[in-house]
């Protein structure tokens, strides 16, 4: 499990993107989405990332939001890489892509309605793809609860391009879901969390304790 990329999301403060890039991370997460409980504006988002090592990446997450507030936020950051949570379309991918040509889009989809034809539809305008799962309010990561692992298995064997695990991910099951799923990355929020979007050392070690042994 050493060569699997791992993203922290759902970092609400300099304290926690401090605490959790002392581990061997690759990114975290910083979420623009407007109804969610993890929500920072631009300020602390640029205070977290000033802090950051140079070997973490920042990802900034949106769902359905408009394009020029997309690219604003990015230039604005100094961000590369952004993971889209909504209805986005291909099109829409496509014109944030025209804008901004070195832009790296991650785009999420639940893993109960993901298919091989989907990916295959948006894999010329995304560079990665997300499986989580959706909670019973109709709300897509952070929420806790597990994705399908058969279906995300049936998408790595099948896509072209990287899949990252997310969805109810915890020091509990981690080495269960890589080794049945075999994904790119994993992606881990409410996981390692001692309340929403405060997280936790204790669970940061025990994670890695978990990937390392």
């Given amino acids: ?62 769902e359905d939001e408009k394009i ?34 070195f832009l790296k889009i991650i785009k999420a989809l639940p893993t109960k309605d993901a298919s091989a034809v989907q990916l295959n539809a948006y894999k010329k305008v995304c560079d990665c793809f997300l499986l989580d799962s959706y909670d019973r309010k109709n709300l897509m990561g952070g929420t806790g609860k597990p994705s399908d692992w ?30 049945r799923v075999k994904p790119y990355g994993i992606d881990l929020n409410s996981g390692v969390e001692s309340r929403i979007g405060k997280k936790d050392k204790s669970m940061m070690d025990r994670l890695f304790e978990e990937l390392q042994a």
Avoid: W
Wanted: proline share 5%.
């Fill in 68 to 101: 020029s507030e997309v690219i604003f936020l990015c230039e604005t950051l100094g961000v590369k890489t952004i993971q889209l949570h909504g209805l986005e379309t291909v099109t829409y991918c496509q014109d944030l892509k025209r804008y901004n040509g």
């Fill in 150 to 179: 058969n279906i995300a298995q049936d998408i790595v064997s099948k896509s072209r391009l990287p899949i990252i695990l997310a969805g109810g991910l915890n020091p509990h099951n981690i080495c269960a879901a890589v080794k």
């Fill in 1 to 62: 499990m050493k060569n699997i990329k791992i993203k922290i999301c759902g970092i609400t403060s300099v304290y926690d993107s401090r605490m959790v890039a002392q581990f061997p991370i690759h990114a975290i997460g910083l979420n623009f989405v407007k109804r969610s409980k993890r929500r920072i504006n631009i300020k602390t988002a640029k205070e977290i990332i000033d802090k950051l090592p140079p070997l973490v990446e920042p990802v900034l997450i949106f």
